[in-house]
């Protein structure tokens, strides 16, 4: 049974997805601020996050961040609870480290859908520490790209981005496909989103860059 911390400040929200989970068969710990969850993630750390963005003692945000840098929460599935509708809220969010979002209102059939896709994606994840293809160098146990043995520091998207196309070396990986495993979406209005994620990865990796190829109308292989 997998475990999951749900943070909202919001009462009835909170009962909503609580309620939601656990007749879906999830175990489920609630904490109305970001200060109870905290420390409850030092004793141990659930299968997902279902995390509110503003809470009244922190940023949804920065609770993000600050679990994307610890050596712990690296791989922490984390769906966004957000109000916020905006394009550009959304981005931020999915580019510091969380794997989804939820804009309030949302269904409980969503949610439940969200939280079950989540899950299997990150439970089917079990692929090789250091992929060396090149002359880029990924080491996923210390979260570490190299290029020419020297270090290239990544967004946490574009790390994701890199990853799932070094993993699929020599195969078309589709625009559909990319959506879905790194930004939780299929949705095609955030093409625009990958395109720009693909145009700064290139840049960063100099040269090497190179290996990302565009496969016109279809989306992208990386070659050494």
């Known amino acids: 049974m997998s475990l999951i911390y749900v943070v909202e400040d919001d009462k009835n929200i909170r009962e909503?997805?609580?309620?939601?989970?656990?007749?879906?068969?999830?175990e489920v710990e609630e904490f109305e601020t970001a200060g109870d969850f905290n420390k409850a993630l030092d004793q141990k750390e659930p299968d997902l996050l279902l995390l509110d963005i503003m809470l009244p003692d922190a940023?949804?945000?920065?609770?993000?961040?600050?679990?994307?840098?610890?050596?712990?929460?690296?791989?922490?599935?984390?769906?966004?609870?957000?109000?916020?509708?905006?394009?550009?809220?959304k981005v931020r969010g999915l580019d510091i480290g969380a794997d989804d979002y939820l804009t309030k209102p949302f269904g409980i059939m969503e949610l439940i859908s969200r939280v079950k896709a989540l899950l299997r994606r990150t439970s089917k994840e079990q692929q090789e520490k250091v992929i060396t293809i090149g002359q880029i160098c990924m080491d996923d146990e210390k979260h570490r790209v190299t290029v020419n043995s020297a270090g290239c520091e990544l967004t946490?998207?574009?790390?994701?981005?890199?990853?799932?196309?070094?993993?699929?070396?020599?195969?078309?990986?589709?625009?559909?496909?990319?959506?879905?495993k790194v930004w939780g979406t299929n949705f095609e209005g955030e093409s625009r989103t990958?395109?720009?994620?693909?145009?700064?990865?290139?840049?960063?990796?100099?040269?090497?860059?190179?290996?990302?190829?565009?496969?016109?109308?279809?989306?992208?292989i990386f070659n050494a």
Do not use: W
């Open 59 to 89: 940023d949804g945000l920065t609770i993000v961040k600050n679990i994307r840098q610890s050596k712990r929460g690296r791989q922490l599935p984390i769906i966004l609870v957000t109000a916020k509708t905006t394009e550009i809220d």
């Open 194 to 220: 990958l395109d720009m994620h693909i145009k700064t990865l290139r840049q960063k990796l100099g040269e090497a860059g190179s290996m990302i190829r565009t496969v016109r109308n279809v989306g992208y």
């Open 156 to 180: 946490y998207k574009e790390y994701e981005l890199l990853k799932l196309l070094m993993n699929n070396a020599g195969i078309v990986t589709s625009r559909e496909d990319i959506l879905e």
């Open 16 to 26: 909503i997805e609580v309620i939601a989970l656990k007749n879906s068969g999830f």
